[in-house]
């Protein structure tokens, strides 16, 4: 399911976000796409990803529960794995460049868009 929501970071970020909270849509994600279908891709539960079967770069940042930045990848190519990150529960994939303002340690929320 698409929930249009945004990530806000100080600023307005995407209002396109999928949430992947199931098995299948985590499982599917960005793989096998040209583009991607979504600016945003918000996996819950999830610490670690890859980048197999992807087609473009894209940006990552692994959250903890207060969704706190623990950690940021810019630019991941295609083929590469990305090992667990401790006290990390969510993660969020984004189209290249998307990202590029936020840093560790910052704290991103969502807000529902009417």
């Given amino acids: 399911m698409t929930i249009k929501t945004m990530i806000s970071y100080k600023k307005f970020i995407t209002k396109d976000l ?7 849509k985590r499982l ?3 793989m096998f ?22 087609r473009c770069n894209i940006d990552v940042v692994f ?9 940021k990848i810019e630019g991941l190519p295609p083929g590469k ?4 990150v401790k006290g990390v529960s969510t993660v969020v994939e984004t189209k ?4 590029k303002d936020i840093q560790q340690g910052d704290r991103i929320w969502l807000e529902s868009i009417s």
């Fill in 18 to 24: 999928l949430i992947a909270d199931t098995f299948i």
């Fill in 28 to 30: 599917c994600g960005f």
């Fill in 33 to 54: 796409r040209k583009e991607l279908h979504h600016e945003a891709l918000m996996l819950k539960p999830c610490n670690s990803i890859h980048t197999f079967f992807m």
């Fill in 63 to 71: 959250l903890d529960d207060d969704m706190t930045v623990v950690s």
């Fill in 81 to 84: 794995v990305i090992m667990p």
């Fill in 96 to 99: 290249e460049g998307l990202l």
